[in-house]
């Protein structure tokens, strides 16, 4: 069952990559615990300290939502590049749902 295993944590592996592939990480947190990341398409459009430039909370679902919202991603990513970001989306619901809390400890490491 490993090699199984091993599919869907190089699976979500991918999609945390993708999305930080359209972030910037600051060093910034909201709270204690929670860091908070730049929408990449409004950071380059609006640059630093643009008060327009609003800090996304590090999470899977606060990225997309904002990439979902967002009128500068839909314009910097081509409709097939945003497919792919929410089609990954989607998936990665429907695997953790499936999942049992083992496979957050397998991610945890992987990560
Ligand atoms: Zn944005």
Known sequence: MIGGGSFTIVFIKSMVQI?????????KKSGSTN?????KACY???GEDH??????VDKTERILTHFKNCPNFADVYSQEEKEEIFSLATQKKTVLS?????????LLIFI
């Open 19 to 27: 999305l930080k592939d359209h972030i910037i990480l600051t060093n």
């Open 35 to 39: 860091k908070l990341c730049y929408c």
């Open 44 to 46: 380059n459009k609006y």
């Open 51 to 56: 008060p327009e430039l609003k800090t996304i």
């Open 98 to 106: 499936k999942k049992p809390s083992k496979f957050f400890f397998f």
